[in-house]
């Protein structure tokens, strides 16, 4: 029997609720799960600091440092 009170579960309500969930909204969520950091920005060396302009469909761990080569990292 409802009680109408507005306690039944979450999206059935008088207030009109279509969903009671978290969604992602853009949050970055990238494939397999991961989160991605966007086309834009910088990879960095964690060695020596050297920044180099990061490439569209290139992991930054995947490159080594032009000064030190050391593998790259991603500026956050």
Do not use: F, S, W
């Not at 979450?10 to 992602?24: D, E």
């Not at 909204?25 to 964690?46: E, L, T």
């Amino acid at each position: 029997m409802p009680r109408g009170d507005g306690t039944g579960p979450t999206g059935k309500g008088p207030r009109g609720g279509g969903g009671g969930g978290v969604g992602q909204g853009g949050q970055g969520r990238g494939r397999m799960g991961g989160y991605a950091a966007g086309p834009d920005g910088n990879c960095i060396c964690p060695a020596c600091g050297k920044k180099v302009e990061h490439q569209r469909g290139v992991a930054c761990n995947t490159l080594k440092c032009p000064e030190c080569k050391a593998e790259m990292t991603r500026e956050v």
